[in-house]
């Protein structure tokens, strides 16, 4: 049973039939849209690398967050640029810190948006590393209990999740123990399980100001080659405590969300991260791409490989091209 009983083209003659039978349909509900806070008051400044995302201080952050509120996006996920950097990311940590402050500001305007922190040190040490250094090494274990505190630093503030990108084994069974004995069981954990050492982080390098200073991140970050391992990642992640995994970045991984959503039945996030937005932004601005089709399209292939949330800096965009 073939051609000529069988036409595809039957199905794609309207947009009416189009849409009856499409099998993706992206919504604005599952994006989260990532934030960076720095200090002082009235700051909004551009990141040069990413048309259309600034650094802001906490006020000009809760402004942006009414209108994120507004267009229907259910979330943002907050990073920090602190006043001060030191060797153990001390900053990191203070109930003080920019990330707490802006946090407090977004609760007390009655915002309903879900706040995500991201949990790292990586922004707060002076040599840029998401760990303390031992031995001229990231130290795995002696940068535990400072991302258990500062998680809890963030959930006392007022955040709804918690989010470690650090990459350092046993940080999410130390955050959700840091958690529980704080009587903050009901904060959730959305781990950046399956991060790869990627390229795509160069603009937001710039952004957080959170290069490493020497060397690279390949000892703790996976290697972009492995993807069994990012099972192996997601389901210690899961033993250990996390309520929701990430891979990251989306788009030259979309095989291993697809893997990851096929293996665990917990919602999977993707990062459609810094250096994916910065490619297509760059490509629009010299007219070499249709932005809105190509973002729409690029956001649909990362549900369709089986992401449930999104985290994208398209994600305002995305919501107004989305209003019905
Ligand atoms: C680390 C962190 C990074 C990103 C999110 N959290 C960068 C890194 O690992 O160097 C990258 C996000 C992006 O590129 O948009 N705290």
């Known amino acids: 049973m073939s051609f000529p009983t069988h036409r595809a083209r039957r199905l794609r003659r309207s947009e009416a039939l189009r849409g009856l039978v499409r099998e993706t349909r992206l919504a604005t509900a599952g994006l989260i849209y990532p934030m960076f806070v720095c200090p002082g008051s009235g700051v909004r400044q551009e990141v040069s690398s990413m048309p259309g995302i600034f650094q802001q201080s906490g006020d000009q952050i809760v402004e942006e967050c009414r209108e994120i509120e507004a267009l229907g996006i259910p979330g943002i996920i907050l990073f920090g640029l602190p006043e001060s950097?030191?060797?153990?990311?001390?900053?990191?940590?203070?109930?003080?810190?920019?990330?707490?402050?802006?946090?407090?500001?977004i609760r007390k305007a009655k915002l309903k948006l879900i706040v995500v922190t991201d949990v790292c040190l990586c922004e707060y040490t002076d040599h840029g590393h998401c760990g303390v250094i031992e031995n001229g090494d990231?130290?795995?274990d002696a940068t535990l209990p400072i991302l258990a505190q500062q998680a809890l630093s963030h959930a006392r503030a007022g955040a709804d999740v918690v989010a470690p990108s650090d990459m350092m084994d046993g940080r999410v069974a130390a955050i959700r123990e840091m958690l529980d004995e704080h009587k903050f069981e009901n904060i959730a954990i959305l781990s950046y399980a399956a991060k790869y050492c990627s390229g795509f982080y160069g603009p937001f390098r710039e952004a957080a100001q959170s290069a490493p200073q020497f060397g690279d991140r390949r000892s703790y970050q996976m290697d972009p080659a492995n993807a069994r391992e990012a099972l192996k990642e997601v389901a210690l992640d899961l033993e250990?405590?996390?309520?929701?995994v990430m891979v990251k970045p989306a788009?030259?991984?979309?095989?291993?969300?697809?893997?990851?959503r096929d293996s665990f039945h917990v919602p999977v996030a993707a990062y459609n991260v810094s250096g994916e937005y910065s490619m297509i932004k760059a490509a629009a601005q010299k007219d070499w791409l249709d932005e809105r089709r190509v973002v729409l399209e690029i956001l649909t292939?990362?549900?369709?490989?089986?992401?449930?949330?999104?985290?994208?800096?398209?994600?305002?965009d995305a919501a107004r091209w989305l209003k019905p």
Do not use: F, W
């Open 85 to 105: 950097k030191d060797p153990r990311g001390t900053s990191s940590t203070s109930a003080q810190g920019v990330v707490q402050r802006a946090i407090e500001a």
């Open 138 to 140: 990231v130290a795995n």
């Open 240 to 244: 250990e405590g996390a309520d929701m």
């Open 251 to 260: 788009l030259p991984y979309l095989d291993v969300i697809r893997r990851v």
């Open 301 to 316: 292939g990362i549900q369709r490989a089986g992401a449930d949330i999104i985290l994208t800096y398209h994600a305002k």
